[in-house]
């Protein structure tokens, strides 16, 4: 049967129950703080105790275990629960360029946007083209609607950044208006339990203007939540329910999506680490908790530490990410990233690319029919039969060998003649190839919309005194 099934588990049935009763009395007795009166206001309509003067949202369990059933109700379960499905990557939006060959760092600029644009467009496995740094030649409270313009101006794939501000939201949801497009606002909570004024004042924006919300809490466990992984799961278990009641509350909606970006603190260094093995628990223990809750589930996981594209990050990559996605989950960590945030790499990117095609290609699995088993062929070649001249051989060619165009498979004697070249300039060349002449991209949409856009986006330069 073609498609790879799996089954991973670290919790048992008991134990994702006592986590999630644990979650709905931490949501009904300690709750969410909440610093805007509307937003409490939609809440208390949609069944939550409100404290205007503390400014709390508290969520009763019934309340809570009601929304579930309704949610459950709505989406269509997976026919069979085993089944793995491809993976795709996505880009988060960093402060710093990481220049793999000279080993240094910079800030990232408005070029490198219009680069990854141009690399992105190549990249089958990044279906979503997000800016890939924050411009530092842009004023600090104009970089979100810059790189939404440029995204807008330049990308036929969809894509955004982190936005900063309400004044920033209204005016991208204008120039979203213009290209007609849908945009979604990341509802994130400052963890434990707080949520930020702005955050607030920006979904409101969002949900009034018919645009979505999504959401992904970032628990660190030991710092903003217990050391111990049980502590840290049923941590981000419970602010992933606050994120789905609030935006309900907000939108009238909830989505149908467990997300979070949760991580472990490394106790040496109190750094976030993206790829210590308990990130592969976490991801598993996601896989889980979403299907208890019937609906699909991301973790941020396929991270590494590592600050270069060595040993330690293909392993943390890998396995954090076959761990988590073979447990169920269905999204992972943003890619293209130099160790936990350090920086966006071109070079990273490609590879990650090709990673995902591979793992994709897995999953997939393969046919077992007359056709493909060949076995007349096998039996009419007979002993020491060879196959290679074979029309068979010719016909599945393509579709039962992965081809990769990074990774090696070449004798010594010809990588040697080729240059030797290593994996990172193999990756660094293919970059280069790939984005050969983006500073002179022609704009991607009609000029009569460009005109449009161009006009919202020097008005909300104006409006900044830019």
């Known amino acids: 049967m073609n498609g790879l099934r799996a089954h991973l588990a670290v919790l048992s049935e008991d134990e994702i ?53 309704d949610l459950r109700n709505k ?23 990481v220049d793999y060959g000279s080993r240094e760092r910079r800030p990232g600029r408005s070029e490198d946007i219009i680069k990854g644009i141009s690399l992105v467009e190549k990249l089958k496995n990044i279906p979503l083209c997000n800016a890939v740094v924050i411009p530092s030649d842009v004023g600090p409270d104009f970089t979100d609607v810059h790189s939404f313009y440029l995204l807008y101006k330049y990308s036929k794939k969809r894509g955004g950044t982190y936005i900063l501000t309400p004044e920033s939201a209204n005016s991208i949801l204008d120039m979203a208006d213009i290209m007609g497009c849908k945009e979604s606002y990341l509802f994130e909570t400052i963890s434990p339990f707080k949520l930020r004024k702005e955050t607030l004042e920006m979904a409101l924006i969002f949900a009034d203007r018919g645009h979505g919300l999504g959401l992904a809490p970032m628990i660190l466990g030991g710092s903003t939540a217990p050391l111990t992984l049980a502590g840290t799961v049923l941590s981000f278990n419970t602010e992933v329910l606050a994120c789905l009641f609030s935006i309900y509350a907000l939108t009238g909606a909830m989505p149908a999506w467990y997300c979070h970006g949760s991580h472990m603190v490394d106790p040496s260094s109190l750094l976030c680490s993206f790829g210590s093995p308990g990130q592969a628990l976490i991801g598993i223990a996601t896989a889980q908790l979403a299907g208890f809750y019937g609906i699909p589930g991301g973790s941020n996981s396929a991270l590494t530490d590592a600050l270069l594209p060595d040993f330690q990050g293909g392993f943390e990559k890998g396995a954090n990410a076959i ?35 591979s793992y994709n290609y897995i999953v997939s699995g393969f046919e077992v029919t007359e056709e493909t088993m060949a076995h007349e062929l096998i039996e009419s070649l007979g002993i020491g039969g060879v196959f290679m001249a074979e029309e068979h051989t010719v016909a599945h060619l393509r579709d039962s060998w992965w081809p990769s165009r990074l990774f090696s498979r070449q004798s010594f004697d010809v990588w040697k003649a080729q240059g030797g070249r290593d994996l990172i300039d193999r990756a660094h060349v293919l970059v280069e190839e790939s984005t050969e002449g983006y500073l002179s991209m022609e704009p991607v949409v009609e000029s009569s919309v460009l005109d449009l856009l161009e006009r919202e986006y020097n008005k909300a330069k104006a409006d900044r005194k830019m």
């Open 323 to 357: 761990f988590s996605c073979l447990a169920g989950t269905v999204g992972i960590g943003c890619q293209g990233i130099a160790g936990a945030d350090q920086g966006f790499s071109f070079e990273q990117l490609v590879l990650d690319n090709e990673w995902i095609d």
């Open 17 to 69: 129950s006592h986590i999630h009763k644990a979650s709905l009395g931490i949501l009904e007795r300690v709750g969410l703080f909440m610093p805007n009166t509307e937003c409490l206001r939609r809440c208390a309509r949609a069944g939550a105790m409100v404290d205007f003067d503390k400014q709390l949202m508290r969520i009763p369990a019934e309340v809570m275990e009601d929304l579930l059933k």
């Open 75 to 97: 989406t269509a379960p997976q026919a069979d629960q085993t089944l793995r499905k491809p993976i795709s990557g996505s880009i988060s939006t960093q402060l710093f360029i």
